[in-house]
């Protein structure tokens, strides 16, 4: 799906919800980037003030040589291999780099800095599987420069001055990209085994665990790299295995000769294990055709160059290359509409304006153009037990996952209620999907009006205050609410209010899908 004004039907927006719909506006590489920029700035300030002891000249040098050469030889090998760069993965690779190196003046510390930024960009060309990057490339950019001699990954941004920021700045980068579960997995297992030797040593619990968090990279390496999405098992069930293992190789020492145990190996030996386990590489995609779904809405087709696998439900990022991005980037994630094994992939997308620039790219292609399907993956997937009920609960376009559904076959058999708010009549897409599923739909509209011909209408249950759909109104809907999986989808807020809603109603189980702006 893609960012919508959802109908008004939910509870009064949860600070959860203002907090999505704000990060929101920023994709998920922007944020990162912003994030990683304020650091910059804070810890420069930090040398200002006396907490850190690198110099000020040592330490803007540094950043413009980061910063600097990542964007250089990306452009440079872009052009070489005719492929559009990414300006803003170029930025964050340059920052992360900034903060694993010890910023000198030094001639070989500065040369092997520089090596690293060249590596790094070259390892997203070279170590490259159908134009996806394997590994992270500060990681093995730092790595590869480590076996040179030329200069160490010292990971300085483990600093305790740094928390002040780091902290807040790696929750929202979590939070964003909603990753905490994984994050939590990770460090969970890296504080408590490097806690463990601490306490061998003869250290106190809490001074171990003290060390553990601000001394050693925990916090930035589980913010900043390992979560990183393009590097990342398309399912959260091996992303979890993924944390834990590589947890327990960032923090148990290890030593297999020419290689020792450190943050860049233990992540790199992660993104093997993930790219093994993932969708491997990205797809071409050659552009079909559209049609219309309500007068703000559009279904787009594409023919893939390979067969995509995915889980109706799942989601697909595009790369939709701009002259002009604007402040969400290049890149956009859009919820699969069709069944696995058709031969076209779809997308529905609300093309009413204001436009972002990577849909006003979108809006714009001509059949037989091509765009890049860079990764495939989410979990907002329906049970494998036929037996468990489930009710489907859509926020306007937020409907796209659950067409998915319908048109795999995956509700047939199944005890399911769908639930659609929509603003108005006009505005209820996949109507005639809805009204042949065979599925029991019920259309909440946030002006009142009657649904199209062939659904029912959920207004005579009654709803909240100001046409605010809430728990009361839902159990009247659903008495059975309690016995059954809930699915939730559409806008951050939407999606918030409306979980909220759902457990107020007595559901046990709630899953969200809510649009990340990847």
Same mark, same amino acid.
């Given at each position: 799906?893609?960012?919508?004004? =959802? ?9 959860? #919800?203002?907090? #999505? ?16 920029? %304020? ?15 690198? #110099? ?25 291999? $005719? ?28 040369? #092997? ?90 250290? =106190? ?8 968090? %601000? ?121 699969? =509409? ?11 997308? $609300? ?5 972002? %620039? %990577? ?40 409907? =796209? ?37 065979? !599925? ?37 809907? !659903? ?6 999986? !809930? ?32």
């Amino acid at each position: 799906m893609s960012p919508v004004d =959802t109908p008004q039907t939910g509870p009064a927006p949860t600070l959860a #919800g203002r907090i #999505g719909t704000i990060s929101g506006r920023l994709t998920m590489y922007r944020m990162i980037l912003v994030v990683l920029a %304020a650091l910059a700035a804070y810890s420069v300030l930090l040398d200002v003030l006396g907490w850190l002891t690198f #110099g000020v000249p040592e330490m803007l040098a540094h950043l413009v040589l980061c910063l600097g050469l990542t964007w250089a030889t990306n452009r440079a090998l872009a052009a070489l291999f $005719r492929v559009n760069p990414h300006t803003e993965s170029s930025l964050i690779t340059g920052l992360l780099l900034y903060f694993l190196f010890w910023p000198s003046l030094q001639p070989m510390d500065v040369a #092997g800095v520089a090596l690293a930024c060249v590596l790094a960009s070259a390892s997203k060309y070279a170590l490259a599987w159908r134009g996806r990057h394997i590994f992270n490339p500060a990681a093995a950019g730092a790595f590869a420069t480590g076996l040179t001699g030329l200069n160490i990954a010292t990971w300085w941004a483990a600093t305790p001055a740094m928390l002040w920021l780091l902290v807040p700045g790696v929750l929202l980068v979590l939070h964003r990209t909603r990753k905490l579960l994984m994050a939590a997995v990770f460090t969970a297992v890296a504080t408590t085994v490097i806690t463990a030797e601490l306490l061998r040593s003869g250290m =106190t619990a809490g001074m171990g665990l003290w060390q553990a968090l %601000a001394q050693r990279p925990v916090l930035f390496f589980v913010g900043f790299m390992l979560t990183e999405p393009l590097t990342l098992p398309p399912r959260r069930r091996h992303q979890l295995a993924l944390a834990a293992v590589v947890g327990v190789l960032f923090a148990v020492p290890w030593n297999l000769g020419v290689v020792a145990n450190s943050p860049e190996a233990a992540l790199l030996a992660g993104n093997l294990l993930a790219f093994l386990a993932g969708q491997r590489g990205a797809v071409k995609l050659r552009f079909a055709g559209t049609r219309p779904l309500t007068p703000t809405t559009a279904e787009f087709s594409f023919e893939p160059a390979r067969p995509v696998r995915f889980l109706p439900g799942q989601y697909m990022e595009l790369d939709l290359p701009q002259a002009r991005p604007d402040g969400k980037g290049r890149r956009r994630v859009f919820s699969l =509409t069709g069944s696995p094994g058709q031969p076209l992939v779809t997308f529905g997308v $609300r093309t009413a304006g204001p436009v972002s %620039a %990577a849909k006003a790219a979108l809006l714009a292609l001509r059949p037989g153009e091509e765009v890049t399907a860079t990764a495939v993956g989410g979990d907002f997937v329906l049970p494998r037990d036929t037996r468990r009920p489930v009710l489907l609960i859509a926020a306007g376009i937020g409907i =796209t996952p659950f067409v998915s559904y319908l048109a795999s076959g995956g509700l047939r058999g199944r005890d399911a209620v769908l639930l659609l708010l929509a603003r108005s009549a006009g505005e209820v897409a996949y109507g005639d999907e809805l009204r042949d599923s065979g !599925v029991r739909v019920l259309v909440l509209m946030a002006d009142g009006s009657t649904p199209p011909s062939g659904l029912a209408s959920a207004a005579g249950a009654g709803s909240g205050a100001s046409g605010r759909l809430n728990g009361q109104a839902l159990a009247a809907m !659903v008495p059975d609410i309690a016995g059954r999986d !809930v699915y939730v989808s559409g806008s951050p807020a939407s999606v918030a209010s409306l979980r909220r809603a759902a457990r107020k109603a007595g559901a046990r189980r709630v899953r969200t899908d809510s649009f990340a702006g990847y």
